[in-house]
T-cell receptor, first 114, second 112 residues
Framework: NAGVTQTPKFQVLKTGQSMTLQCAQDMNHEYMSWYRQDPGMGLRLIHYSVGAGITDQGEVPNGYNVSRSTTEDFPLRLLSAAPSQTSVYFC?????????????FGSGTRLTVV | DAKTTQPPSMDCAEGRAANLPCNHS???????VYWYRQIHSQGPQYIIHGLKNNETNEMASLIITEDRKSSTLILPHATLRDTAVYYCIVRVADAGNTPLVFGKGTRLSVIA
């Protein structure tokens, strides 16, 4: 099993460009989320989804859009990249948060906006 | 805001048990204690979780005090590959509305 797969692993964008960070999981997990981690900081929740067709905002949603058309995929779109969005982005999924299961994280996408 | 308090750093000799403490004095009855670790900017890795009882899996043991106000993660035979930042997190078991809140964690250094 691949687990949670994030692509690309590295990306450099110019200010104002848009792009989509891809996240896919093959564990049939209902719950998926996106976090960002700035240097020396903890993780902050951007958006999350409790199932296909359902998404909601986390702590820092501004500048990002998400959609969940399938159980497997949860892409994160940067609408107009800004230097403040330079960060490492992690996608995570969970089998069942109500039951108390933990999250499985991807290996991250390292984004630099110049 | 993190609901847990952890020491910022700890050292452990290779092959010895690493005991990582966590205080969560305001934990509610429906909140689980989770432990994750992050090895050098990789994605966080789930280790173990518990509600009331002590738990053990292939990676670690989790000891939760009877009043649930503190817990200890035990890595029984630490190796150099266990060097990482360890996060103790309390979270209610809900449908996903409550995010995982990562504090600053404990940086564990395993020394040869």
């Amino acid at each position: 099993n691949a687990g949670v797969t994030q692509t690309p692993k590295f990306q450099v964008l110019k200010t104002g460009q848009s792009m989509t960070l891809q996240c896919a999981q093959d564990m049939n997990h209902e719950y998926m989320s996106w976090y960002r981690q700035d240097p020396g900081m903890g993780l902050r929740l951007i958006h999350y989804s409790v199932g296909a067709g359902i998404t909601d905002q986390g702590e820092v949603p501004n500048g990002y859009n998400v959609s969940r058309s399938t159980t497997e995929d949860f892409p994160l779109r940067l609408l107009s990249a800004a230097p403040s969005q330079t960060s490492v982005y992690f996608c995570a999924s969970s089998r069942g948060l109500i039951e108390g299961y933990g999250y499985t994280f991807g290996s991250g996408t390292r984004l630099t906006v110049v | 805001d993190a609901k847990t308090t952890q020491p910022p750093s700890m050292d452990c000799a290779e092959g010895r048990a690493a005991n990582l403490p966590c205080n969560h004095s305001t934990i509610s009855g429906n909140e689980y204690v989770y432990w994750y670790r992050q090895i050098h900017s990789q994605g966080p890795q789930y280790i173990i979780h518990g509600l009331k009882n002590n738990e053990t899996n292939e990676m670690a043991s989790l000891i939760i005090t009877e009043d649930r106000k503190s817990s200890t993660l035990i890595l029984p035979h630490a190796t150099l590959r266990d060097t990482a930042v360890y996060y103790c997190i309390v979270r209610v078991a809900d449908a996903g509305n409550t995010p995982l809140v990562f504090g600053k964690g404990t940086r564990l250094s395993v020394i040869a």
